[in-house]
């Protein structure tokens, strides 16, 4: 069954240093979300993205967070200096176009533990 | 006031037991209710949702919305060890965009 993969899963890195996420949707969906969860704390959406734009975002989303699909395959989650609060799990989701099966549903990836130090 | 509240847990029953799981929520523009599970180190994963105010069933597992009380709930019979895990509730006025609860963790004793 096809799933959402990302990389790395771990991924640790000094306080001001820029990190890329990694994630591969699935192969024909066309819809991508970036989610982060705090530890202990709850899923929090970040951003939505569809057509090379983005469609919806949130006020943790800000100038420090860009996010970009390079590729057919990719989609990717810049933040450009990191800090302390930034250490999260960091999900990336997708979904298939709409009026398609499962059109209704975010398929969730395993997550990016990111730790900033 | 927040925009999802979710009892933290976590619930401990017996295996068989009817398991409820609930939410409140304070934004009455929320038009989707999802319940995810989540298992320890993985994504959410989608259970069911409902559209609306109602009911809905699906196995074992029933979601019901009442939006004049802005109250969500998941029942679960029959519980299993297998049903072991954090129950989220997510909901929200698009597909785009789901305000999630903090997560019940539940375990079911076999």
């Known amino acids: 069954e096809p799933e959402v993969t990302q990389t790395p899963s771990h991924q640790v890195t000094q306080m001001g240093q820029e990190v890329i996420l990694r994630c591969v949707p699935i192969?024909?969906?066309?819809?991508f979300y970036w989610y982060r969860q705090i530890l202990g704390q709850k899923v929090e959406f970040l951003v939505s993205f569809y057509n090379n734009e983005i469609s919806e975002k949130s006020e943790i989303f800000d100038d420090q967070f860009s996010v970009e699909r390079p590729d057919g395959s990719n989609f990717t989650l810049k933040i450009r200096s990191t800090k302390l609060e930034d250490s999260a799990m960091y999900f990336c989701?997708?979904?298939?176009?709409?009026?398609?099966?499962?059109?209704?549903?975010?398929?969730f990836g395993p997550g990016t533990r990111l730790t900033v130090l | 006031q927040k925009e999802v509240e979710q009892d933290p847990g976590p619930l401990s029953v017996p295996e068989g037991a009817i398991v409820s799981l609930n939410c409140t929520y304070s934004?009455?523009?929320?038009?989707?209710f999802m319940w995810y599970r989540q298992y320890s180190r993985k994504g959410p994963e989608l259970l069911m949702y409902?559209?609306?105010?109602g009911n809905k069933e699906d196995g074992r597992f029933t979601a019901q919305v009442d939006k004049s009380s802005k109250y969500i709930s998941l029942f679960i019979r029959d519980s299993q060890p297998s049903d072991s895990a954090t129950y989220l509730c997510?909901?929200?006025?698009?597909?785009?965009?789901?305000?999630f609860g903090s997560g019940t963790k539940l375990n079911v004793k076999p």
């Open positions: 409902t559209y609306s105010s």
């Open positions: 192969s024909n969906h066309l819809y």
């Open positions: 934004n009455s523009a929320f038009q989707y």
């Open positions: 997510a909901p929200g006025d698009n597909f785009n965009k789901f305000y």
């Open positions: 989701a997708s979904s298939p176009p709409y009026g398609t099966s499962g059109s209704d549903e975010q398929f």
